[in-house]
């Protein structure tokens, strides 16, 4: 067996160790990789999201038990400070020493810092790992200002991120434009304007002579004498490769830094490669993560004996994220030293700017920018990439809408055009992976390929040469549930109701496969629920945790309660049992989005006491656990209002009274407002009132969330009756016809015909199922009752409700802090 | 919280050494999960009714680290018996524990067996 080390466990390191151990059939190879940072490697392009996330276990490339698995030894926490190329030993700051066959030097780089007298100050920091983060989190939380010191692509990066952090933020960069290698100087005034937009200043032209302060910074001095007084400093000027190990054992280093490689990788030491950001090749550093995959690719196909590869350099296009303006560059951004023709268009008003380089023949596309929009990316780049022939109008592949028409050029591009750059994956890859597995949903498709997995810039290329290549295949994909049944929701909907089923076993054993899962048991008992209407816990295991306990599952396992509030409206003497309750449970309190109070923190043991107290004051169950109706919002209305029109507050309550506990394939959320100011935000609802002069106007179809979405207007001017009429209508057509999880809106976006053929069913009754639809909602109706009274009453139901069926003891991992005088779950483990 | 996943070792049929009486059979919902207490371990026991098959895993779902699997759907993929966690819905195999759709680490699993009516665990110690 040969023993190949690896030393560094970033980005590049850890693909070639999963590289290599897939292409290693035999077990010719052990290997060991060495990391000097605590944590095994994570995904540092994502590095940002630590910031929202604050858990370094989502930015892990793979476990520790990944490694174990593989049988890679990883040593992390460990620095290689000596390469003895005669023996080849590799030895460690706590002196361990290893043998080498091979030598894989992985080591990254370090951010550039500038001799800048203070860069030693409290309060300078650079931004490269978790822990630089961990520090700028934890400093920033006590001051107000940063300024960033490099206006590039990480630059700007990081200044978003001190930005959201709430801090007055400051980019100062040394040249005239910002990220001036990607951009011209008109791409980068868009820039700078839509960020100044957002709130960042941008100083242009600054040298930084000083960095000052009393041990803490608190002020930079630029060369032209003027000053700016910040808290808190950001270098990002660049990379520096980390070098020193290469150097010091002797291995050719270039002159700027950087270990000097051949088209194979390997360094003046055969037996020693470098690949990453580490290494020199053809004089050039590349800073980006998918060039040092492919290097890594190399030094496998080498080792494995595979058809030889060369790395043959990389193209540097990028992407930048995370800024709140989309900023693109691709191929030869800036053209300027190739003759070429640009083109460029700009909308100053809505803050973009594309530019593409055309060849002078006019033939090629060399490369171009996008800020504001990039939208055009990918086509633009695989243009560029493959050489394709371009359209007779260029323009056209960038001015608006009229590039629109070409949505599926996926299907034109040549089969071994790279589409993933970061795991380059090929579109002949992704087509032959879908027609070879069969394969239908985008998670397969990446689950196989790998492809999305890197930055996921590629994500909608690929949903449309699956949808292309299913098509050119003949294949309409149903889109059935699971493995368990071959129907559609509607399907079983239908044969549920025909065939007069109530239990999922007896669904399952006639009409499907298997033993069901966690995705096909929840849909059926929603529709059980929707057709039957009986108890749903009477089938407690097909539940989802939520409404097979009635509540919501928390953070550490405990639940939370959501008493009914109808229209948000209640009484003193109602406010002050929940208090009560809530004392006397020690539940944190909070008042919801939604216009009720949520009571978090209660053990399962507890929810049914918790209950009976509530509902002995008369509340009843909020279903906030269910796919279900939710909340019906109000605004105070005609009541009191000097401009409400009609009595908002009763007529929320009517609806919200009348629909509390109907299950749909979604959840359902509502509102009325009491005149066009529209206070209770009628329009972001599945359905939502709002009054006119002489009646209601109906919305439908409108939802916040991920994708917000405004409802639009059913039918105007209805009174009370009709109102309620068309809602039923409506209600009861999406519950039958609706793809599992889906809302209203995305409803409606599938719906052929969409909102005319919306009205026309609900309004004029064009397919004769009007009086159906109302009949199947009163039976909903009539049949409601409140889950949480039902349980409180049944002593053998309400005996569900512990953690132990052998112990009357509780759950002694719930653990709590207190914050702002209110108990909170621990940190997840 | 490590040292709470370390608790958990798999235990084969041939090295059990205690067969601990848990609960009686109607104790436990059907087609689904149910926590045993043993000492300081929390042990989930599924009762797969329809393949007339009893499982025991640890409760602790190596995701983030929570006292809930006991709570999670059971079902097969292919002819693999399995558990989704509730919080996240990632999959364990019943028979060996394998993680089915993540890459945190396998569950630990425990022999059961039903006598006059009674659920057994078996533990190595
Ligand atoms: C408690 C509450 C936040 C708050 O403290 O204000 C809340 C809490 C949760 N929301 Fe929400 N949402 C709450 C109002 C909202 C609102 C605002 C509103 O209703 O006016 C929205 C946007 C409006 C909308 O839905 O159109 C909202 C959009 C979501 C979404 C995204 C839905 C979408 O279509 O994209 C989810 C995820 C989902 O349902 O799949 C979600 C899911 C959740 C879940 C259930 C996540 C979960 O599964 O654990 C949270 C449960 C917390 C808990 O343990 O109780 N919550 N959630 C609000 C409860 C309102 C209530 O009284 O029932
Ligand atoms: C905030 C941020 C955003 C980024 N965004 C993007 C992006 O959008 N797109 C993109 O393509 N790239 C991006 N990058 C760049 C990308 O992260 C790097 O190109 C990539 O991480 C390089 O991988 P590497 O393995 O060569 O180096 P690294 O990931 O830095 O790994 C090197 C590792 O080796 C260790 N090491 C060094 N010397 C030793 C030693 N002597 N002994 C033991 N261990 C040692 C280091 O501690 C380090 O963990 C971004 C980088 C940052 C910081
Ligand atoms: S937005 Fe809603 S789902 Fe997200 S954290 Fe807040 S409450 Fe939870
Ligand atoms: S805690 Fe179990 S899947 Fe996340």
Redesign the pocket.
């Known amino acids: 067996m040969k023993k190949v080390i690896v030393?560094?466990?970033?980005?590049?390191?850890y693909k070639f160790c999963e590289k290599l151990h897939k292409a290693d059939q035999n077990s010719r190879f052990s290997i060991s990789v060495?990391?000097?940072?605590h944590l095994p490697a994570y995904d540092?392009?994502h590095?940002?999201e630590y910031f929202t996330k604050q858990s370094a276990d989502s930015l892990l490339l793979a476990s520790k038990e990944w490694y174990e698995e593989k049988n890679i030894e990883l040593i992390t926490g460990?620095?290689?400070t000596r390469i003895d190329r005669e023996n080849k030993k590799i030895v460690t700051h706590k002196g361990t020493e290893a043998h080498y066959d091979i030598l894989v030097l992985?080591?990254?780089?370090v951010p550039f810092v500038p001799t800048i007298s203070g860069t030693d100050k409290k309060g300078v920091f650079v931004?490269?790992t978790i822990e630089d983060l961990e520090n700028i989190i934890q400093f920033g939380k006590e001051v107000k200002s940063a300024a960033v010191l490099g206006g590039g692509l990480?630059g700007l990066?990081a200044a978003k991120a001190a930005f959201d952090m709430g801090l007055e933020t400051h980019v100062i960069e040394f040249a005239s434009r910002l990220i001036p290698r990607q951009l011209d100087a008109n791409g980068a005034r868009v820039l700078q304007h839509e960020l100044e937009k957002l709130g960042l200043t941008i100083h242009l032209n600054k040298s930084t002579r000083e960095i000052s302060g009393n041990g803490r910074l608190d002020a930079l001095t630029f060369t032209d004498n003027s000053k700016l007084d910040v808290d808190m400093l950001i270098i990002s000027c660049g990379i520096r490769p980390?070098d020193e190990?290469a150097q010091k054992s002797g291995l050719k280093t270039g002159e700027r830094g950087g270990v000097i490689v051949n088209d194979l990788m390997q360094t003046s030491d055969p037996h020693i490669f470098a690949i990453?950001?580490?290494a020199l090749h053809n004089n050039m550093i590349y800073?980006?993560?998918?060039p040092?995959y492919e290097m890594a690719d190399v030094v496998v196909k080498q080792l494995a004996g595979e058809d030889k590869k060369e790395f043959n350099g990389f193209d540097m296009s990028?992407k930048l994220?995370l800024i709140g303006v989309e900023v693109a560059s691709f191929g030869d951004a800036l053209a300027e030293s190739s003759p070429h023709r640009p083109i460029i268009w700009q909308d100053a008003l809505s803050g973009i700017y594309k530019r593409i380089n055309i060849s002078e023949d006019g033939s090629q596309l060399l490369g171009g920018m996008l800020v504001g929009d990039a939208g055009d990316y990918n086509q633009l780049l695989q243009i560029t990439k493959n050489n394709l022939t371009l359209p007779p109008n260029p323009e056209d592949l960038i001015l608006g809408k009229r590039a629109e028409t070409d949505a599926h050029e996926g299907i034109s591009l040549p089969d071994n055009a790279q589409v993933c750059s970061c795991e380059d994956i090929s579109k002949g890859d992704i087509v032959e992976a879908i027609k070879a597995g069969g394969l239908e949903k985008l998670e397969q498709v990446k689950a196989v390929t790998k492809a999305c997995t890197g930055?996921g810039a590629c994500t909608p290329m690929v949903k449309d040469i699956m949808n292309d290549c299913h098509k050119a295949m003949g294949k309409t994909v149903k889109q059935t549930i699971c493995e368990h049944f071959s129907y559609t929701r509607q399907e079983l909907l239908d044969i549920i109701k025909v065939k007069k089923i109530k239990s999922y076993d007896d669904l399952l054993n006639a009409y499907g496969k298997g033993d069901g899962c966690e995705v096909c048991k929840p849909v059926i008992a929603s529709i059980l629920a929707s057709t039957w209407n009986e108890l749903i816990v009477n089938q407690d295991t097909i539940q989802d945790t939520n409404d097979r306990f009635l509540a919501n599952i928390q953070k550490g396992g405990s639940y939370s309660v959501v008493p009914r509030i109808p229209g948000g409206e209640i009484t003193p003497d109602k406010l002050i049992v929940i208090g009560m309750v809530a004392k006397k449970y020690e539940l944190y309190t909070k008042i919801t989005g939604g216009q009720r109070i949520d009571l978090f923190g209660a053990r399962v043991d507890q929810l049914p006491d918790i209950w009976e107290e509530l509902i002995n004051a008369g509340f009843e169950s909020g279903h906030a656990y269910g796919k279900a109706l939710r909340t019906v919002k109000s605004c105070v209305g005609s009541s009191w209002c000097r401009y409400g029109l009609h009595d908002s507050v009763s007529f929320a309550i009517r609806v919200e009274e009348r629909y509390r506990g109907l299950r749909a394939p979604h959840k359902l959320k509502s509102a009325v407002s009491g005149c066009r100011r529209e206070c209770a935000e009628a329009q972001s609802k599945d359905f939502g009132i709002i009054a006119t002069e002489i009646g209601w106007n109906l919305y439908v179809c409108g939802n916040g969330g991920a994708n917000p979405q405004h409802a639009v207007l059913l039918a105007g001017d209805l009174d009370d009756e009709t109102c309620i009429k068309y809602i039923d209508r409506f209600l009861m057509l999406y519950i039958k016809t609706a793809e599992p999880l889906n809302r209203t809106a995305t409803w409606l976006n599938k719906l052929p015909g969409g909102i005319d053929y919306l009205k026309d069913v609900v309004i004029n009754d064009s397919l004769g199922i009007a009086k159906q639809l109302e009949q199947e909602m009163q039976f909903m109706i009539d049949t409601y009752k409140c889950e949480w009274k039902e349980v409180v009453n049944n002593p053998s139901l309400r005996a569900r409700f512990k953690h132990f069926v052998n112990s009357e003891e509780t759950d002694s991992n719930l653990h709590y802090e207190v914050v702002r005088d209110q108990k909170v779950p621990a940190a997840w483990g | 919280m490590t040292t709470l996943l370390n608790q958990y070792k798999t235990v084969k049929p041939e090295d059990v050494k205690t067969w601990f009486k848990a609960a009686k059979t109607s104790d436990f919902p059907v087609d689904g999960g149910a926590c045993v207490l043993y000492n300081d371990l929390q042990v989930a026991v599924y009762n797969f009714n329809r393949r007339r098959e009893w499982y025991a895993s640890q409760n602790l779902c190596p995701h983030k680290k929570q006292m809930i699997l006991s709570r999670g759907m059971i079902g097969s993929t292919g002819d693999e018996p399995k558990v989704a966690c509730p919080f996240h819905k990632k999959t364990f195999s019943l028979k060996s524990g394998k993680n089915l759709n993540g890459d945190e680490c396998d569950l630990a699993t425990y022999p059961v067996k039903i006598e006059n009516g009674y659920v057994y665990i078996g533990f190595a110690e």
Do not use: D, F
């Not at chain 1, 030393?7 to 390191?13: F, K, L, S």
């Not at chain 1, 992985?106 to 780089?109: D, F, K, L, V």
């Open positions: 030393i560094g466990n970033g980005m590049v390191g060495y990391g000097e940072e540092r392009v590095l940002s460990t620095m290689v992985a080591t990254g780089s931004y490269r990480l990066e980390r190990l990453g950001e580490v800073g980006l993560v998918a040092g990028t994220k930055c």
